[in-house]
């Protein structure tokens, strides 16, 4: 079924064909109308699940990470400070395995107050051991959020579905609705490895030595480096989980999706430029303009953030002349997330070890705090590029009236 | 043999003797039961055990006379300070290194 509705609907509905047991969500603007739709479908008995309000973004995690450790399909939605406030149960859903699900409707963080979007929370919670999938239409977020949770379940990783606020959130567009039948055949009951359960009490997540220890059993049980080396081991893994549930989902629903990255006109592109979610799509249209003027662009949009699918980036990218990375956040004092990700990838996984060989890596920051992203200021500061030119200071800032 | 073989994917214990690892290991101060001045075992009956109780470790046994388990017992302390009648001495696990030896 095709319908016309906002990027927090599509979420909603995604959701809802998870059958997804336990909501817990705090509303926070752009986040506010995914929530909202939940808890309607929930009181409207469309969807049979829990939806238990909480007092903060904190507790709303909290309420997850213990639905979760029961066996419940979990699922929590948040942007900006409220994802910031749940930071350190972000990394206690991961070191506890336990495959939740999150969407985050992107938006800059305060202080100063903004409500509009970038990518600035959810790209510095990075390192928090979360897979984050980034969506860059309505199809592509109620898709990813069904996906999401095969990867999560098929992982024992939590997942971040991640969408630009406003521009996805809140506009209306036309998407199909996947049957349920489909998702049913698509997303099999979720099995937890383990589940509380009080006839064999447990303690999770107990106090890990330096070293290994035995357990009750006189088995050698993990110590912390152990279980944070689980965690990596996984995280390595789930590239290729995400890539399984691409072709899964895409046999199942007869559609063509790519699991890592969307390129455009990048077969016979000498320029890339890379972006994540909307603004990939946006850039599609200056490479339509410069490709009219002779300059051969091509646009990749990367999906899975992290795991970073460094192979598959810098196989992508080592043969062109010039890279440029567009972004909606940045790591003060240097430079922004996805360059460094993209220069150390070419650097030391796309070419046999270090080489001088790789294409220069170009950085520009743009659209911070909801900042116009003008296609007529893209196509000024790529087209230099194209014909040789360096930006100066790196990174260089698209739309600065300073 | 790594920790593999446990087959966890995360810190996961449960209740039983040794999951918080050899804890005896930890000790510089030992728990000695005076049975002279032990309630239950001097008067043969099964009373008091208010050490048995409030170790933390639940190391010490409810038997007539009571008896701890040095291989997780951490010296704490616990039961010493709580006996009513002062029937255990912590004393310096140095005493006994000889003798063990
Ligand atoms: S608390 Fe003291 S008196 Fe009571 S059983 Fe324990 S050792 Fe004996
Ligand atoms: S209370 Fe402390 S010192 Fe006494 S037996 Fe238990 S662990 Fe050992």
Same mark, same amino acid.
């Given at each position: 079924?095709?319908?016309?509705?906002?990027?927090?609907?599509?979420?909603?509905?995604? *959701? !809802?064909?998870?059958?997804?047991?336990?909501?817990?969500?705090?509303? #926070?603007?752009?986040?506010?109308? +995914?929530?909202?739709? +939940?808890?309607?479908?929930? %009181?409207?008995?469309?969807?049979?699940?829990?939806?238990?309000?909480? %007092?903060?973004?904190?507790?709303?995690?909290?309420?997850? #990470?213990?639905?979760?450790?029961?066996?419940?399909?979990?699922?929590?939605?948040?942007?900006?400070?409220?994802?910031?406030?749940?930071? %350190?149960?972000?990394?206690?859903?991961? $070191?506890?395995?336990?495959?939740?699900?999150?969407?985050?409707?992107?938006? $800059?963080? $305060?202080?100063?107050?903004?409500?509009?979007? @970038? &990518?600035?929370?959810?790209?510095?919670? /990075? @390192?928090?051991?979360?897979?984050?999938?980034?969506?860059?239409?309505? &199809?592509?977020?109620?898709?990813?959020?069904? !996906?999401?949770?095969?990867?999560? %379940? &098929?992982?024992?990783?939590?997942?971040?579905?991640?969408?630009? $606020?406003?521009?996805?959130?809140?506009?209306?567009?036309?998407?199909?609705?996947? @049957? &349920?039948? !489909?998702?049913?055949?698509?997303?099999?009951?979720? /099995?937890?490895?383990?589940?509380? @359960?009080?006839?064999?009490?447990?303690?999770?997540?107990? *106090?890990?030595?330096?070293?290994? /220890?035995?357990?009750? /059993?006189?088995? +050698?049980?993990?110590?912390?480096?152990?279980l944070r080396y689980l965690l990596h081991e996984g995280m390595i893994r789930a590239i290729e989980v995400v890539g399984e549930a691409e072709q899964r989902f895409n046999e199942i629903f007869s559609v063509s999706g790519t699991a890592y990255m969307d390129m455009y006109k990048c077969d016979d592109a000498t320029y890339i430029a890379v972006a994540m979610g909307s603004l990939s799509l946006h850039l599609r249209v200056v490479a339509d303009i410069l490709r009219d003027e002779g300059i051969k662009l091509g646009i990749i949009g990367i999906k899975l953030y992290r795991p970073f699918p460094c192979g598959i980036v810098a196989d992508a990218l080592k043969d062109r002349d010039g890279i440029i990375v567009m972004e909606k956040a940045i790591s003060y004092g240097y430079v922004g997330p996805l360059y460094s990700d993209i220069c150390s990838c070419l650097y030391t996984q796309g070419l046999d070890g270090p080489s001088p060989g790789f294409p220069y890596v170009h950085n520009y920051i743009l659209g911070l705090g909801g900042r116009t992203i003008r296609t007529i200021d893209l196509m000024d500061a790529i087209r230099p590029i194209c014909t040789g030119k360096r930006i100066k200071d790196q990174p260089g800032w698209i739309g600065l009236k300073i | 043999m790594g920790s593999r073989e446990c087959g966890q994917i995360t810190s996961h214990s449960e209740p039983g003797p040794g999951d918080g690892g050899r804890t005896g290991s930890w000790r510089v101060l030992r728990p000695v039961i005076d049975l002279e001045a032990c309630i239950p075992s001097r008067r043969k009956v099964a009373a008091c055990f208010i050490c048995w109780l409030y170790c933390p470790d639940g190391v010490i046994t409810r038997t007539i006379p009571p008896s701890i388990d040095y291989e997780y017992c951490k010296g704490c302390g616990i039961c010493a300070e709580e006996c009513p009648t002062k029937a255990i001495t912590m004393v310096e696990e140095s005493k006994f290194a000889l003798e063990e030896k």
């Amino acid at each position: 079924m095709s319908i016309i509705e906002s990027g927090n609907v599509a979420a909603a509905l995604g *959701v !809802k064909l998870c059958r997804a047991n336990v909501i817990a969500a705090y509303p #926070i603007t752009p986040q506010t109308p +995914l929530t909202e739709k +939940l808890s309607e479908l929930v %009181e409207s008995g469309e969807m049979n699940a829990e939806y238990i309000p909480v %007092e903060s973004e904190h507790s709303a995690l909290g309420v997850c #990470i213990a639905a979760s450790s029961t066996g419940a399909r979990a699922f929590t939605a948040t942007s900006a400070n409220g994802l910031l406030y749940m930071h %350190e149960q972000l990394h206690w859903a991961a $070191g506890a395995r336990l495959p939740i699900v999150m969407c985050v409707a992107n938006r $800059g963080v $305060g202080a100063p107050w903004t409500v509009w979007n @970038d &990518q600035q929370d959810s790209l510095s919670q /990075r @390192d928090t051991g979360w897979i984050q999938l980034y969506a860059a239409d309505h &199809q592509e977020i109620i898709n990813t959020v069904i !996906k999401a949770y095969y990867v999560a %379940e &098929q992982t024992s990783i939590p997942v971040m579905v991640c969408y630009d $606020g406003y521009i996805l959130s809140h506009t209306h567009m036309p998407f199909e609705v996947p @049957d &349920q039948e !489909k998702v049913d055949a698509f997303l099999p009951p979720f /099995r937890p490895n383990y589940a509380l @359960d009080p006839s064999m009490p447990a303690n999770l997540n107990t *106090v890990t030595l330096p070293e290994p /220890r035995n357990n009750i /059993r006189g088995e +050698l049980a993990h110590g912390y480096m152990e279980l944070r080396y689980l965690l990596h081991e996984g995280m390595i893994r789930a590239i290729e989980v995400v890539g399984e549930a691409e072709q899964r989902f895409n046999e199942i629903f007869s559609v063509s999706g790519t699991a890592y990255m969307d390129m455009y006109k990048c077969d016979d592109a000498t320029y890339i430029a890379v972006a994540m979610g909307s603004l990939s799509l946006h850039l599609r249209v200056v490479a339509d303009i410069l490709r009219d003027e002779g300059i051969k662009l091509g646009i990749i949009g990367i999906k899975l953030y992290r795991p970073f699918p460094c192979g598959i980036v810098a196989d992508a990218l080592k043969d062109r002349d010039g890279i440029i990375v567009m972004e909606k956040a940045i790591s003060y004092g240097y430079v922004g997330p996805l360059y460094s990700d993209i220069c150390s990838c070419l650097y030391t996984q796309g070419l046999d070890g270090p080489s001088p060989g790789f294409p220069y890596v170009h950085n520009y920051i743009l659209g911070l705090g909801g900042r116009t992203i003008r296609t007529i200021d893209l196509m000024d500061a790529i087209r230099p590029i194209c014909t040789g030119k360096r930006i100066k200071d790196q990174p260089g800032w698209i739309g600065l009236k300073i | 043999m790594g920790s593999r073989e446990c087959g966890q994917i995360t810190s996961h214990s449960e209740p039983g003797p040794g999951d918080g690892g050899r804890t005896g290991s930890w000790r510089v101060l030992r728990p000695v039961i005076d049975l002279e001045a032990c309630i239950p075992s001097r008067r043969k009956v099964a009373a008091c055990f208010i050490c048995w109780l409030y170790c933390p470790d639940g190391v010490i046994t409810r038997t007539i006379p009571p008896s701890i388990d040095y291989e997780y017992c951490k010296g704490c302390g616990i039961c010493a300070e709580e006996c009513p009648t002062k029937a255990i001495t912590m004393v310096e696990e140095s005493k006994f290194a000889l003798e063990e030896k």
